[in-house]
């Protein structure tokens, strides 16, 4: 099959992108090659098709393109299609169980089943929706923040050009905390979303992503709850988790947060703001996230330059 000589000189040209943008030359690795061989042929003997074993190819290099892209901040997708490559989807294995399910499941509060059913597959929340909602969520909380005279448009600038972790960091925390908070009050065993959506066991979605985020979020929305926090308390750790431990930006802000007298709840909620912010460092290193994260970005700096403008006409006209 001839290959059309403009999609080699674009890849070429991509290459050569990454290389500049990377600042070092990066030469294929020997051992990569028996590696990818070895790959096709398990597809191969899998579906019984060399076209299957040359469509994986192709989608596994438009995959590596388009986080390519994301990494560099470039134009989203990729220039290669990405063919689908298995004849039908292949579900989870049940012979297969996790590492330690059996102790996990025991400390959870919830019962659930091993295998989700047909029925449960349908009531499946889409990843994109939760994807689109936390992005939302960031951005109505980010508009409050500004409002509440939290949040400054020299921070929102700072970020930008990467100076600023209660931007990226901390709106997101902000927001876990909120949903987590959200869902305690609820009595809800999942997590109520902003829209009122609540995601459970049963409809979230399958994925290694969610995998491996579920379970961690769900201890840590426990652990919350068993703190049993006052509302000065609860205001005291939105303040933690939105500034990263900031001492001069935590008390420039007063929301009627005030930090525990015991020395042990200090760092109990300490603790907790941490692992909010672990976990907002984990989605931030997601693909597309900047790219996502700068419209949110956007929007709170046109928010909070037209309460300037409105703040500076109210002071006009008082003088």
Request: aromatic share 10%; hydrophobic share 40%.
């Amino acid at each position: 099959m001839d290959v059309p000589e403009g999609l080699i000189s674009r890849g070429f040209h991509r290459a050569d992108r990454v290389r500049h943008c990377l600042g070092r030359e990066h030469r294929l690795d020997p051992r990569a090659v028996p590696v990818a061989c070895r790959l096709d042929l398990l597809l191969y003997r899998e579906e019984n098709s060399t076209t299957s074993g040359i469509l994986y190819v192709v989608a596994v290099i438009s995959m590596f393109d388009e986080f390519t892209n994301d990494f560099l901040y470039l134009r989203e997708g990729s220039c290669f299609p990405r063919p689908k490559y298995r004849k039908a989807a292949i579900s989870r294995s049940a012979s297969l169980p996790r590492k330690h399910a059996p102790a996990r499941a025991e400390s959870l509060p919830l019962k659930r089943p091993l295998i989700k059913t047909a029925s449960m597959k349908m009531q499946e929340l889409k990843a994109i929706v939760i994807w689109d909602n936390f992005f939302m969520a960031c951005e109505s909380a980010g508009k409050e923040l500004i409002r509440a005279g939290a949040i400054r448009i020299s921070d929102l600038e700072e970020w930008q050009n990467s100076k600023n972790k209660t931007i990226n960091i901390g709106i997101p925390s902000y927001v876990f905390l909120q949903c987590f908070v959200r869902s305690i009050k609820s009595g809800s065993v999942g997590f109520v979303m902003r829209d009122n959506v609540e995601l459970t066991y049963i409809n979230r979605p399958e994925g290694r992503v969610f995998d491996w985020l579920f379970e961690p979020m769900t201890l840590l929305k426990e652990q919350i709850k068993a703190a049993n926090l006052e509302s000065t308390e609860e205001e005291y750790l939105y303040k933690l988790a939105l500034y990263c431990g900031d001492a001069r930006m935590m008390t420039s802000w007063q929301n009627g947060g005030v930090a525990p007298a015991d020395a042990v709840k200090r760092a109990q909620l300490e603790g907790l703001s941490r692992r909010l912010q672990g976990f907002s460092l984990t989605i931030s290193r997601m693909p597309t996230f900047r790219r996502r994260f700068e419209a949110v970005v956007k929007a709170l700096l046109q928010e909070a330059r037209q309460g300037f403008q409105k703040n500076g006409n109210v002071i006009e006209q008082t003088l």
